[in-house]
């Protein structure tokens, strides 16, 4: 998983209630939203900001690949297309993430936008 647990009483920013389903994204901004269905509406949503503050959407914990996991489980099995999009959506919060971290690699910059 990668991530935490959410602590008792955790704010999800998105539906203004507790954290549900035992599992929590939080973002370098320091908002938390649960993974489902909060978080992913935002992905799908193709946000690539905080709802709440705005600033970029760079992906503390968990690991991408428990959100891509956790994505594709919401995809019904005969679409091909939002599986394809989910992946694209995961891998522009990874290039986000590493900017985040410092790398400098100019395609990277690029690619962000």
């Known amino acids: 998983y990668g991530g935490k647990q959410p602590a008792q009483g955790e ?6 209630g507790a954290v549900e389903g035992g599992r929590v994204v939080q973002l370098h901004c320091g908002h938390a939203f ?7 509406l935002i992905i799908r949503s193709d946000l690539t900001t905080c709802p709440m503050c705005r600033t970029p959407l760079v992906v503390m ?4 690949e428990y959100l891509r996991w956790s994505l594709h489980l919401l995809t019904p099995k ?8 989910d ?3 995961i891998d522009r919060l990874r290039q986000y993430r590493r ?15």
């Not at 005969?78 to 999009?85: G, I, T, V």
């Open 87 to 89: 992946v694209e959506r």
């Open 61 to 64: 914990t968990p690991g991408l």
């Open 34 to 40: 649960c993974v489902r269905p909060c978080f992913a």
């Open 11 to 16: 704010y999800c920013a998105v539906h203004q």
């Open 99 to 113: 900017i985040h971290d410092g790398d400098m690699d100019g395609a990277l910059w690029r690619g962000a936008g």
């Open 78 to 85: 005969s679409s091909l297309e939002q599986a394809n999009k």
